[in-house]
């Protein structure tokens, strides 16, 4: 289980931009208008569970969590966290860190599974982009 | 925000058993007999993201999802561990830690909002909290 074999899961690179590479994870931003939705994927090749992860990597895990929750900020404001670790769809280990409004169109439940993906017009996917990786630590 | 202003949430507590006071959190087991569903709530007054709690207790909150996971194990075999910290309805940081099963009903979508609650009957609840305490560390 090292970075050297990490390969991103075809069905994440498929729904999602490559924000950055944090020094554990890959920061991705889901391409959809209607969340600010990122994911967290652990750059070591056969995770699962968050269990799989040794408990430093953990701890640096709740770190890039953490930078996370900074970036979304930048998209605008928000009124609750969701923190998610499923994996029922996509078993390699992935972290979502989603900001939901009052006024969202899954609130207040899940945005899992609810209705389908509003794909980002190029200016905004480029825009969010842009706030995303100025709001990450140099 | 310290222990003794800590009261649990009366949604959290209606639809719930309490299993065991951990270091940090509760432990409580959702009173629903179609998953093995797990909650735990951090023992502080006025959480209400992640963040909110110190990053020492950040760790410890991670060592109480491990001992939820090798307690959800005595239940039975599953297939996939949900985790998720939402907050959208019941605002109290809470932290869902799930055994999924290929075969239970909301698979392979999130378990939050599919159908209603199926309640335990007291015997398995009786027999589930047994076998959750019996895995429980000393």
């Known amino acids: 289980m090292n970075a050297a074999d990490f390969s991103l899961d075809p069905r994440l690179a498929a729904d999602t931009h490559a924000v ?27 995770l699962r569970e968050l269990s799989d992860l040794p408990r430093a990597e953990q701890h640096r895990l709740l770190e890039e969590i953490e930078i996370a929750r900074t970036a979304l900020g930048a998209l605008g404001p928000y009124d609750k966290l969701n923190l998610g670790a499923l994996g029922n769809i996509v078993e390699q280990l992935h972290v979502h860190v989603i900001a939901r409004r009052r006024d969202d169109a899954a609130w207040p439940g899940p945005v899992w599974g609810h209705g389908a993906r509003v794909a980002l017009d190029p200016e905004t996917l480029a825009e969010r982009l842009r706030r995303l990786r100025g709001a990450l630590p140099p």
Do not use: H, T
């Open 20 to 46: 950055a590479d944090l020094p554990l994870s890959r920061l991705l931003l889901m391409d959809d208008a209607r969340y600010g939705w990122l994911i967290l994927v652990p750059r070591r090749a056969g």
